[in-house]
């Protein structure tokens, strides 16, 4: 039986992008090579210390925590995070929450090749190792975290490769929120198919 490595599973907001401030259920996978210097989540960089679970395992958990919120499966948004979710085969898990009515999302940074069906897959490249190319026109969304100056050359580029339809946002690197938002206000009433994404649960202190 196929197992995934589960460093946390919880219910809360989407923090940032398209959704953010809907209600989603959070499944962050452990494991990840690509190794960003400003990462806020470094504890699901190491799989081995984390648990795996079966499939079956997730999903009882996810329904279990369902009846203690008193929500239904339908058209519950599940987003599959990380570490880097696309590390491993995700068409079993996805499967699994498609049966039981679930909407089911995709954060990654599209260093791998994408397994698993989705509903919405949000792309979040990082220099650290570039995604691959197969992934970039099948995102919804686009979000660059931006750190530097630098990063708006990144995310020019990215954005060019990009489904014509594909949502744009930049996102202040959280420890860097002060100084680079205000830069990025800028920069989008200058190039204003880009939308700003704010980590509101950092700023809600929620999970």
Known sequence: MMTLPIMEYFYSLQGEGYFQGSAAYFIRLAGCDVGCVWCDVKDSWHADNHPQLSIDIIIENLLHDVRIHNIKTEGLKV??????PLQYQLNELTNALHYIGCKVHLETSGA???????????????KMKAPVDSILMQAHE?????YNQDDFNWAT????????????????????????TPIII???????RWQLSLQIHNFLKIR
């Open 79 to 84: 987003i599959i995070t990380g570490g880097e």
């Open 112 to 126: 791998y090749h994408l397994s698993g069906t989705f509903d919405w897959i949000c792309v979040s490249p990082k």
């Open 142 to 146: 686009l979000k660059v975290v931006i």
């Open 157 to 180: 580029k990215y954005a060019s490769l990009m489904n014509p339809s594909c949502l744009l946002y930049l996102q202040p690197e959280w420890g860097k929120s002060n100084s680079m």
């Open 186 to 192: 800028d920069y989008i009433k200058k190039n204003p």
